[in-house]
DNA sequence: GTTGTGAATGAAAGCGCTTTCATTGTCAAT
DNA sequence: ATTGACAATGAAAGCGCTTTCATTCACAAC
């Protein structure tokens, strides 16, 4: 029933033997025209696919790239992914995910799983890894790009942005805007929710304003309900809180609708800033400041140089940050306040 | 380097044939418990881990399963994948995802990829397939769920709801509050897609309200954003609509947004109703009617599915209709109209 | 004691490719 | 004519597993 045409059935078809066929597919450049072109026209004739297993275990190598982050179901990754999507979709490689789930042991699982099956190419979300991860990754005989983040110790190439200073800027922001007892409200605290939190802390000190009971956080990770919820825990704290500095746009947006529902001016009684700047920010009301995170770009970045560095063309910059850009918009517009 | 411990060299370090030390992986209860615990040991020991291409080549088959989706990027699929991932989780099969891009080419093209490796199994998204896609499905020596949607004719098993079913209760909701120049808002407009709106022309008609010219689509993917615009679009239209029916809670919401800026009353001037209930409409102000859909469940029932089948366990009912709820919230409550 | 049975193991033949190495043929240079 | 170099091709040896088949052994039944 599953009667599939093998490379030898195409060599025999052709009148050639397997090497010939074989060489078709990988260097074409080593047979001869008229040959190739019979071969191909036997290989479409007779559909011919190659067994990808066959063709991994007898060339030592596959042209699989992986991908671990910690999330599929996060606007954030999904972004990212479009943009590795959008570059691998022309190249000869195939992606395959896996979700980390915010875990460095399953980072760790899943890493000995994908170079078990000696990859094209590894791309891997954060700096924080695990060392047993680190070590894996160091000795991995194929490229690596670490995404989201940028830092100090690169395993081996590194696209991201630095989310302390993203978070600093936001947070300067609002204390330019003349708030005073910015809050900040956390989801999911995961390594890179935390150097935003590090960030918003050094602002905060910075200007003399720092209170740490306005820092608001949970392990639950991050939905709209959950940044009316958290609204709901900072307000009744009572610490006056005029602003809040979300760990992203999600708990933003929960905050302005639970704004609403509470009668709480936004800006005028509270600015509101949110994190990555997802579409819809823009067409709130009112609109929602954020943070332009460049994550399609990030995606495209780190394929492309991931793809680079497999077909050993040189990469002039391992390491790239790709910035951010706040988006000051209505949210964190503060009118003169009430007397 | 890459000095990879192969199985022959656990059987040398065991003292065993590699034939043993491959039954222990693959069929345990064959080998005697000594010789079984020694070997494991010595795997543990020496780090082993199988070659999937090997083990994929010898033995024919693989423990992929593979789910072809039509985006990654959008809340809806994660939602799916977050479901199949948590049966998969603890599973011995492999993920494998690839995006048709709504394309059904594009989807005949990946379905020969996946099949060429004989995977263990295969999750498509909806009824539509190509005559080719089809077939290759039908011939295909692994079972095979749709996904999304349920309808007349499986290839194999199906989970999934009626759309046209679901955007028919939908429209009738807003007809029986009182709204009576419902307009449709559409974007993408796939299969699926173009079946709610089915559903919402049914309604119509059966309530004597139909106005072709109330539908407003269009190719473009649905955002937050495209939402106002389509709005826009329709209100330039000057048809005194008095409600919305979205393709989907993105749409949704952009609507909501719109009618704040432009201060149309919601639910007075203008009902509104989503589709998928995405957790953030039931904070919105005022919160958004939307038709819930299980689409975390419909992941889980349909590697569950998957799984019985590839273990040879019997599935009752090979095709399951998740059904859905309809939502309704402040967006759709008209009160009395403004004389 | 002999035979039969079944459990435990090993030998060895692939799975469908890639790649090295050898061979052949062609053509330019001598 | 000879030689050398090179391009084009084929033969064949794996890649690291799985699985069939044969073998061995222990033990129960006769």
Known sequence: MDARVRLSDVAKAAGVSSATVSRVLRRPELVSPGVRERILAVIEE?????????????????NVIGILIPSLTNNVFADVLRGI?????DSPYDLQFANTRY????????????????????????????????ALLKQASCPIVQIMETGDDPIDMMVGFSHVRSAHAATAHLVGQGYRRIAFLGA????????????????????????????????????????????GLLL?????????????DDLALGV??????RRIATPAEMGVCGF??????????????SVRTFRQEMGERSIRMLIDRIEDRPVKAPVVDLGFEL?????????????
Chains 1, 2 share one sequence.
């Open 236 to 248: 009744e704290k009572e610490l006056n809180a005029d602003a809040v500095f979300c760990n992203n």
């Open 85 to 89: 999507y959008s570059v691998a979709q």
């Open 46 to 62: 007779l559909g011919y696919f190659a067994n990808p297993a066959a063709r991994a275990l007898a060339s030592a190598r596959t």
């Open 327 to 339: 988006m000051a918009r209505q949210s964190s517009q503060r009118r003169p306040p009430p007397l």
């Open 103 to 134: 875990s460095n042991l399953e980072e760790e699982n899943l890493l000995r799983v994908f170079l078990s099956q000696k990859p094209a190419g590894l791309i891997v979300t954060g700096i924080d890894q695990s060392p047993a991860s680190r």
């Open 276 to 289: 990555n700047d997802l579409e819809m920010m823009a067409v709130a009301n009112p609109s929602i400041t």
């Open 188 to 231: 999911r605290m995961d390594p890179r929710t935390r150097r935003r939190l590090q960030g918003y802390s050094r602002a905060l000190e910075e200007a003399g304003l720092f209170d740490e009971r306005l820092i608001v956080t949970t392990p639950r990770s991050s939905t709209v309900t959950l940044g009316c919820e958290l609204l």
């Open 256 to 261: 302005l609708f639970e704004c609403q529902r």
